[in-house]
């Protein structure tokens, strides 16, 4: 009985594996679609690399005004901690449009991110549906934008620096 079912499972495997080793022959043709894939992701590569450097770029120069703006930020909050009540309160009133203004900036920056996260979802729906030049005109898109919202955090710095000079004056 032992052998007859080893005898069985032997055919079967055998018979399995002759299966399966036809089944990867005739596939062979299958194989064309993902080479197709292959060329309009390296197509896709090609005409996205220098959008993508560029972006690079602009990403660590907005990350080092970022830590300007928050270093400047830092000292100015510890400058006005040093203020008397009277000061701060004659200050407050005297700096209030630069204040607006920094917040008017930091909106401007906020709805410019949102514009580019809707821009990024396209450009990842762009790329899923292989339509290379709709992806790269979004990628030019969000160039821009994230252009526009380092100009902004530049008069933000220029902005903290003036508020800076006011209150040494202060503390002078």
């Known amino acids: 009985m032992f052998k007859k079912k080893m005898v ?3 055919l079967g495997l055998a018979l399995s594996v002759g299966a399966a080793q036809s089944a990867f022959a005739a596939s062979t043709d299958v194989m064309s679609p993902p080479s197709n894939k292959q060329e309009k992701h390296s197509e896709w590569k090609a005409q ?3 959008l993508k450097s560029e972006l690079e770029s602009l990403r660590t120069e907005q990350k080092a005004l970022s830590s300007q703006v928050k270093a400047l930020h830092a000292a100015n909050k ?3 901690k040093a203020l008397s009540k009277e000061e701060a309160a004659v200050l407050k009133e005297t700096l209030k449009g630069l204040g607006q203004q920094i917040q008017s900036q930091r909106d401007s920056i906020q709805s410019l991110r949102t514009q580019k ?3 990024w979802v396209q450009v990842k729906a762009a790329k899923q549906a292989g339509t290379t030049a709709a992806g790269v005109t979004n990628l030019e898109q969000i160039i821009s ?3 526009q919202i380092i100009q902004a955090k530049q008069q933000i710095l220029v ?3 003036s508020l800076q ?3 040494n004056a202060t503390n002078i």
């Open 159 to 161: 902005l903290n620096q």
């Open 8 to 10: 069985v499972t032997v």
């Open 165 to 167: 000079t006011a209150l």
């Open 145 to 147: 934008l994230k252009e």
């Open 117 to 119: 996260q809707a821009l």
């Open 48 to 50: 996205t690399a220098s």
């Open 78 to 80: 510890s400058a006005r």
